[in-house]
């Protein structure tokens, strides 16, 4: 028992370890800093978040990043629900290959992803801008989605559907009607995921990117001057919302979990 | 596309399992392969040959362009005052809107990232760019990514523009740039660290500053100094010297020396103490000082610095460029040159400044004489003709081979 | 009709995303290597040579970066083992009701942008900071005394940013064991240490598996933490590859690194992959 008090302190050691650099983060948003430069405490004020939207550029890159996410989430949640529908319902051949694209893209380093996509819109002589980074962050994204989902459809009780067609459904209606509203929970954390991978990607948006910036490209190039209270202020309100989304959707789902 | 598919015939040719055939199809797999290997290719938009324009490319540029009332404009930190008086006050005037972006940190980064745009002919979302002399600005000319300038359209320019200003080598006759302002590449560092004052090259290579000394990731303004150190004039190098300047390089950072390469960023490393010494661009480290009460200093040093100009240009593919134009001449008139110099610190390409600089600092009282008098006199400012003895150019690459082996010598350098 | 309807259907649901992955995914690896193998320069365009030298002059070049990079990955994978198996195995075992809203508080800092909470580091860390300038001050540290810039600090960045992919995988396999196998090995060896040796630590191998393979490839292909937290000594292959493509546009050999940064970790993964099966690390990565 002595040994799980220690490791009782260790882990909230390690959870204070990891939440350090939020807690600057936060905290340097209500620095009542002089000018743009943000390095050393000069008291509390709430000024930042009245003026969040005062650089005009930061908030242009944010709104960049929100539309990006907002698509991907959309396509790659299509796209994914389909690979991860076919791969939990059904046996098919190729299905093996389809598994290992998954899993080599969800291996794949970020970095050489980015690279490969550089080359082939060099390649074919696109130009670099807001679709250009939506496409590689779909890509991404359609590996996370088809697996949550494939994790939901492997334990759907199939008796539900079976009913379903008893009772004279067609496929498609049953599809519709019974199977669609029991993986839509796995749908909806897919393109969660897909919105919070995209939003906050940096390796594979740099090299996709061209002159387009967003939230974690403008905070990258904004560090060599230094860093605005501003970001401080983005940052703290997207962790809030972030935050507040996984508490909701955790709670709202706990009780479905002890009834399975 | 034929590439595509005889890549589908290839994946064919790598999945497919039945034998009599296998072999034939791993065959046509691997020609296909080899094949669609050669078929891609990055196309050139270099046209080397003609680094002059067509006599009648102006007037074909600028044809049924019409002024429109925006301007996207990317250009370097520090290089405005943040509030944007000058921007303010156009706006006001001629009813075009300014979007003013620093955008550019380092001239090879922004050149790579509008090259895949400008060659697919597309706009950059900017409508000058501010761009320095270097190597990069000759890959935008020789990729005819440039814009031919209207010189008629910039009067004020022909009336107030320096003469040294208005042929420089690297663009002679202004056919596709004007300057925005020049600057002195040269040493900068915080006294109340160093201990002592700074006056020579041979101080960045002091062990006594070990880990506290910056340095310039561009490979040409880190190879001028390893070079300008060893008293080789960066312009008449040879491969053999430059092979001697990377290892003096080499030394700097393999005896722990040197704390880091940077660019833009290095002002905020000697804002925040990483850095005591670094390699630092002249009219930086005074707008640090006004914007952060701090007291660094900016020497150019014995053995000499560099002098380069960053210049406005418009992209080829700009939607707003007779708008682009008018700010441009704008910014050559002296009371608006005056005020920016006075900002920004560095060297403007107007001469009648200095005297309206005078005349201000005359009329001014208490911090603000103090400020105007120091840049009225500033060598960094204004700098003399001893001052310019002592400055070097950028070397001119003859070939885009011999910046590729420039590059090979030095890029291991900045990343090794 | 409709059987073939059925049979056709797994085909049309993967079709779209699989084409997708195929151009975006696969294509471009061949892009990229083809890529590798043209010459020319950024002006002239590059044109297809089969020039295989240039994998040789950019490993010659660059094989200290490779090598770093492998290093920094491992000690980096090593050390997210040591950190992170203890707040596992605390959680699974003793977490009780609560074990969700631990896991949540580890997850907590990753609401916040990679970028950002590496450059929060550099904020804490840096040389006058918050940590290191009242220890300067005090005299108990010399004046030219800095963490940034050193492989610790990069390594210690790996460390953080990658650490809830160490502890999850981890967890899932601890918590899976069935607490009456750790009862009766207590029984059988009664001496703790033998029993987490010879129970526990097998049992936990598979998630030590997947977690090691979720944070060496992006650690050892990392370029932010090195980038922010470190210094010209501590480059990273990324932060090469990444100057190569987006500061001097040399597409041959940035692609030829590329190609050789993933062969190196992508066989590694397979290999790795195949011998202790994908399915434990596809479930992992669905958390």
Request: some cysteine; aromatic content about 12%; overall charge positive.
């Amino acid at each position: 028992m002595r040994n799980s008090r220690a490791l009782h302190i260790y882990t909230w050691v390690v959870v204070a370890w990891l939440t350090l650099p939020v807690a600057v983060m936060i905290a340097f948003g209500f620095n009542d800093t002089p000018g743009r430069y943000n390095q050393t405490w000069e008291g509390f004020t709430l000024k930042w978040y009245g003026r969040v939207f005062g650089i005009d550029a930061l908030t242009e890159a944010l709104l960049v990043s929100l539309v990006i996410a907002i698509i991907t989430a959309v396509v790659a949640g299509a796209l994914g629900t389909g690979i991860g529908y076919a791969l939990g319902r059904y046996r098919f051949r190729g299905s093996g290959t389809v598994n290992l694209i998954l899993f080599a893209a969800m291996s794949a380093p970020e970095l050489v992803m980015g690279a490969s996509l550089l080359t082939l819109f060099v390649s074919m002589g696109v130009g670099l801008g807001v679709t250009t980074i939506s496409v590689a962050h779909i890509m991404f994204s359609i590996s996370f989605v088809s697996v949550v989902v494939r994790a939901r459809v492997l334990t759907l009780d199939r008796s539900l559907e079976e009913a379903a067609a008893d009772l004279g459904a067609t496929g498609w209606t049953t599809f519709w009607r019974v199977t669609f509203p029991l993986i839509l929970p796995a749908v909806g954390s897919g393109m969660m995921l897909a919105f919070a991978l995209s939003i906050d990607d940096f390796v594979v948006t740099n090299f996709t990117a061209g002159t387009t910036v967003t939230f974690p490209l403008w905070i990258w190039g904004a560090t060599r001057v230094g860093l605005p209270p501003q970001v401080n202020v983005m940052g703290t309100l997207i962790f809030a919302v972030g935050v507040l989304i996984a508490v909701l959707s955790g709670v709202r789902s706990r009780p479905r979990r002890r009834r399975g | 596309m034929n590439s595509l598919h005889s890549s589908g015939q290839l994946w064919r040719g790598m999945t497919q399992r039945r034998l009599g055939r296998r072999d034939a199809l791993r065959m046509g797999g691997l020609a296909s392969f080899s094949a669609f290997l050669a078929a891609c290719g990055v196309k050139g938009q270099g046209n080397p040959g003609a680094s002059a324009p067509a006599p009648d490319a102006v007037a074909k540029f600028w044809e049924g362009k019409t002024a429109t009332k925006h301007v996207d404009v990317a250009s370097w930190p520090l290089y405005m005052d943040p509030k944007q008086p000058e921007l303010k006050a156009f706006t006001s005037e001629t009813g075009i809107t300014v979007n003013y972006q620093e955008v550019i940190q380092e001239m090879g980064p922004w050149f790579a990232k509008v090259q895949p745009q400008l060659a697919a002919k597309q706009p950059i979302g900017f409508d000058i760019q501010i761009i320095t002399n270097g190597v990069q600005f000759k890959q935008f000319k020789d990729s005819g990514f440039l814009a031919p300038l209207d010189l008629a359209k910039l009067p004020n320019y022909a009336k107030n523009a320096g003469p040294a200003y208005k042929n420089e080598a690297f663009d002679p006759g202004n056919v596709y740039s004007v300057p925005w302002t020049s600057g002195i590449t040269g040493i900068a560092y915080d006294p109340a660290k160093t201990g002592r004052e700074i006056t020579k090259l041979a101080d960045l290579w002091d062990p006594k500053f070990k880990g506290k000394v910056g340095m310039f990731s561009d490979t040409q303004e880190l190879a001028n100094f390893g070079l300008l150190v060893l008293g080789i004039d960066p312009g008449k190098s040879t491969p053999d010297d430059w092979k001697k300047a990377a290892d003096k390089l080499k030394e700097q950072k393999s005896q722990g020396i040197l704390r880091n390469y940077y660019d833009q960023s290095y002002i905020d490393a000697l804002g925040k103490g990483e850095v005591w010494i670094t390699q630092a661009w002249s009219g930086d480290v005074f707008q640090k000082n006004v914007s952060e009460g701090k007291n660094f200093k900016f020497i150019i040093p014995e053995e000499g610095g560099t002098i380069w100009t960053d210049n406005f240009s418009i992209p080829i593919t700009a939607p707003n460029a007779v708008s682009a134009l008018t700010l441009i001449d704008y910014f050559y008139r002296p009371e608006v040159a005056t005020d920016v110099a006075a900002y920004i610190n560095y060297v403007t390409p107007v001469p009648a400044t200095q005297e309206l600089m005078k005349q201000k600092a005359a009329a001014a009282t208490g911090d603000d004489k103090k400020t105007l008098t120091a840049v009225a006199e500033s060598p960094l400012v204004f700098p003399t003709e001893a001052d310019y003895a002592k400055l070097h150019y950028y070397r001119n690459f003859a070939t885009p081979a011999e910046y590729q082996d420039f590059q090979r010598v030095f890029e291991p350098v900045v990343l090794g | 009709m409709s059987r073939l309807r059925r049979n056709l259907a797994p085909y049309l649901l993967v079709l779209p995303g699989g084409l997708w992955l195929l151009l975006f995914f696969a294509v471009p690896m061949i892009t990229m290597l083809s890529l590798s193998l043209q010459q020319g320069d950024i002006v002239n365009g590059y044109a297809f040579t089969g020039h295989w030298q240039t994998y040789v002059d950019a490993i010659g070049n660059y094989r200290t970066q490779l090598f770093r990079s492998l290093l920094y990955g491992a000690i980096a994978t090593i050390a997210l083992i040591v950190l992170a198996f203890p707040v596992a195995y605390w959680i699974a075992f003793y977490g009780g009701r609560r074990k969700a809203t631990y896991l949540f508080l580890l997850l907590l800092p990753f609401f916040v942008s990679f970028v950002l909470r590496t450059i929060s580091w550099r904020q804490i860390l840096t040389d006058e900071g918050p940590v290191l300038g009242p220890l300067k001050d005090i005299g108990l540290l010399g004046d030219s005394f800095h963490v940034l810039g050193t492989p610790f600090a990069v390594i210690a960045g790996l460390v953080y940013n990658f650490l809830p992919f160490m502890v999850l995988p981890v967890y899932v396999a601890l918590e899976r064991i069935d607490p009456r196998v750790i009862e009766a090995a207590r029984d059988l060896y009664a001496d703790p240490a033998t029993a987490f040796r010879k129970v526990i630590l097998p049992l936990a191998l598979p998630g030590v598996f997947a977690g090691v393979l979720m944070t060496f490839v992006p650690a050892s292909s990392d370029y932010v933490n090195s980038a922010v937290l470190g210094s010209s000594s501590t480059t990273m292959i990324g932060q090469v590859i990444q100057a190569q493509y987006l500061a001097t546009a040399d597409y041959p050999t940035a692609s030829a690194l590329s190609f050789v940064l993933m062969a190196v970790l992508l066989i590694g993964v397979f290999t790795y992959a195949r011998a202790l099966g994908t399915e434990d690390v596809m479930k992992v990565a669905a958390r």
